[in-house]
């Protein structure tokens, strides 16, 4: 169940950084009106994109898993903590509704780094020519 988790995951992950590609400005928009950033908004939009490219595909496929999924953790942490939660009022369904899928993208990515590639993975695929390619051959009796 977990692998169709990270595979789900990497997918939504990659097709958000394609959005985000194709929409540089409205990302910008969300950064400006998260309040000021020590660093550069461009900076960061620049990290955002690569990040969820580059590691929605690795998270899709199995490869570099933790990897993958400690790159999106800090995007996630600030989508739910410096974007979205100032947002969050009563009356306002929509910002509250981007509050609670983030955070629900964000605790599938931590259960994913925390797990793991899995099963059907590229990493499970490696490790288990490198164990099988390293363990001597029984000697016969």
Known sequence: MMDLVRIYLGVALFFKGVYFMANRDYLLQIMEEAGSWSIVPGTIAHYIVLAHLCGGLLLAVGLLTRFAAAAQIPILVA?????????????SAEPRQNLELSALVLFLTCLVFLHGSGRFSVDHLITRNQRGDTTPAPKPA
Not at 79 to 91: C, D, E, I, N, Q
Request: proline share 8%.
């Open 79 to 91: 989508a739910v903590f410096y974007v979205h939660m100032p947002k969050l009022s009563l009356m």
